[in-house]
């Protein structure tokens, strides 16, 4: 293989799939701790799977009685081509290594939220889609993921803004200061960050 330029493991390992595929294979086993590699991984089957129709990805995943086998093509399939896409977007803003996390919010409660509010989808794709680029509080992308926001910490809200929806949960909910949304600003400097990892993955096999 040539040098690989890429600075993460995680997004090495892509450029390996890659290769193997390149050169013949089909049948790829990922061996792995790191569950950022299976996010990857699902963001790209179906980019691969255009190239490589036949491939058949799976991952071997942790250790101990943690260990278990995913197959990438059966999880790619059964969420879809765009909420694979956005996976990895998602990932990184609900929280990852390199990101930080919503107080009390685990990934479980941020699925169902990104569940409960679908358009959520089409804010990550477009990050997707225009990789590394800002995302300024006036666009489309920022106010369709403010709403996700408001979303993770109340479904029944039905305001668009994170300072409308802490005045809410604080002055009528009498929510903590711990559980309310970040500021307009706080969620701006976190949605920088969320795009320059989110660009990292997502360009990963290149």
Known sequence: MPDC??????TRIVVRVVHALKNGSNRLLVITVDKDVIVIL???????????????????????????YYHINTISSSL??????????????????????????????????????PLATEGF????????????????????????????????????????????LFCKKNRSLENIPPTQNALH??????AYQGGIWTTSEQ
């Open 189 to 194: 400097q976190h949605m920088k960050r969320v």
């Open 80 to 117: 879809g081509e765009k909420t694979s896409r956005a996976l990895p977007l998602f990932h990184a803003f609900s929280g990852c290594d390199t990101t930080s996390s919503f107080f009390n919010k685990g990934k479980k409660s941020s699925w169902k939220a990104w569940k409960a509010y």
């Open 42 to 68: 699902i963001s790209q089957f179906f980019k691969l799977l255009a190239r490589y129709p036949e491939m058949d990805i799976w991952v071997a995943f942790a250790m101990g009685k943690a260990f278990r």
């Open 125 to 168: 794709n477009t990050m997707v889609d225009k990789p590394f680029d800002p995302v300024e509080t006036s666009s489309r992308t920022f106010q369709i993921i403010e709403r996700l926001t408001v979303v993770f910490y109340d479904q029944t809200s039905n305001v668009d803004t994170v300072n409308e929806a802490r005045r809410d």
């Open 5 to 10: 330029s890429h600075e993460e493991a995680d």
